[in-house]
């Protein structure tokens, strides 16, 4: 999972600060697929994944937080679902 390239001008000033929290995010998402169940590695990928558009691609209109909760509550259920 590459980071797109910004769409807004606080891109570049944003770069050096969310880098590496996006490594950090992509080494967790390998961690899940290595250490958890197989049925939670498509929730995490898609979370990631929608983790990384929200950090470096501008949503006209949209408040990121609305377009990750799809993606963060489909994650924690099959998390919880792992669980069981």
């Known amino acids: 999972m590459r980071p797109t390239k910004p769409r807004n001008k606080d891109g570049p000033r944003r770069w050096p600060a969310a880098r590496p929290a996006m ?3 992509r080494i967790a998402e390998h961690g ?3 250490l958890c169940a197989p049925r939670l590695h498509a929730p995490a990928t898609a979370y ?3 983790l990384n558009q929200a950090v470096w691609q501008e949503r006209a209109g949209e408040n990121p ?3 990750l909760e799809p993606f963060k ?3 924690l259920a099959a998390a919880r679902r792992s669980l069981s």
């Open 23 to 25: 490594d950090g995010l």
């Open 32 to 34: 899940i697929e290595l």
């Open 48 to 50: 990631a994944r929608a």
């Open 65 to 67: 937080a609305d377009h």
């Open 73 to 75: 509550a489909e994650f």
